[in-house]
């Protein structure tokens, strides 16, 4: 079942422009992560945000949390070419007594020159 | 690079053939995941063992099974495949018991089912 929903589903913006990824999703979580994929490449971990922390900053990338809202934002900043991927959101769901991680469907990140 | 090896990186299969995908974790990752990416489905979670073990199961059907070996590779058997197989596999790796931690992915293998 799907849990995190990205928004938009694409976005193309100029080189040095900042990028905005939204995510929500449905039930309570332990944490949420944005990983990024290059076109048929695997998926290459960002950024890992737990329930109780509200934001963090990782090098360009700043991620922010609301779990009242249950929704989390991406931002990209001064983005570059190299940064066109497909940017997913996860968040762990237990099923069984197991924990995994749920992806949304991704947002395409397109970054001109 | 992750440190997680997948081979092979691309099979053309026929209907109907079973293939097996291989996976090495990053070296002292003690849990693998599979996870199967198709552009109608998106990514979805197949199954995840620790140690050896196997702890979750997804949306894995059981034309599909999985192990985990003592030196902790993995494999992912797929028989009787159909065109609707045709997609990315994705394995990955973490140091963790549980599976909502970070993980790290492998770079795929594209099968393809004619």
């Known amino acids: 079942s799907q849990q995190g929903e990205e928004d938009p589903q694409a976005l193309s913006i100029q080189e040095g422009e900042n990028a905005t990824m939204n995510c929500s999703y449905k039930?309570?979580?332990?944490?949420l992560q944005w990983y990024r994929q290059n076109s048929g490449r695997g998926l290459v971990h960002l950024i890992l945000?737990?329930?109780?922390?509200r934001e963090k900053h990782s090098g360009r990338l700043r991620v922010t949390l609301d779990t009242s809202k249950k929704s989390s934002s991406l931002l990209i900043t001064a983005s570059r070419a190299a940064d066109t991927a497909s940017y997913f959101c996860?968040?762990?769901?237990?099923?069984?007594?197991?924990?995994?991680?749920?992806f949304g469907k991704g947002m395409k990140l397109t970054v001109n020159p | 690079d992750s440190g997680v090896t997948q081979t092979p990186k691309h099979l053309i299969t026929a209907t109907g053939q079973r293939v097996t995908l291989r996976c090495s974790p990053r070296?002292?990752?003690?849990?693998v995941y599979w996870y199967q990416q198709s552009l109608d489905q998106g990514l979805q979670f197949l199954i995840h063992?620790?140690?050896?073990?196997?702890?979750a199961k997804g949306n894995i059907l059981e034309r599909f099974s999985a192990q985990q070996f003592p030196d902790l590779h993995s494999e992912l058997n797929l028989s009787s495949l159909e065109l609707g197989d045709s997609a990315l596999y994705f394995c990955?790796?973490?140091?963790?018991?549980?599976?909502?931690?970070?993980?790290?992915f492998g770079p795929g293998t594209r099968l393809l089912v004619l």
């Open positions: 990955a790796s973490s140091l963790h018991r549980t599976g909502r931690e970070t993980q790290y």
């Open positions: 039930t309570s979580i332990n944490n």
């Open positions: 945000i737990r329930s109780n922390e």
């Open positions: 996860a968040t762990d769901a237990t099923q069984g007594g197991s924990e995994k991680l749920v």
């Open positions: 070296s002292g990752d003690l849990s």
């Open positions: 063992y620790y140690n050896g073990e196997e702890r």
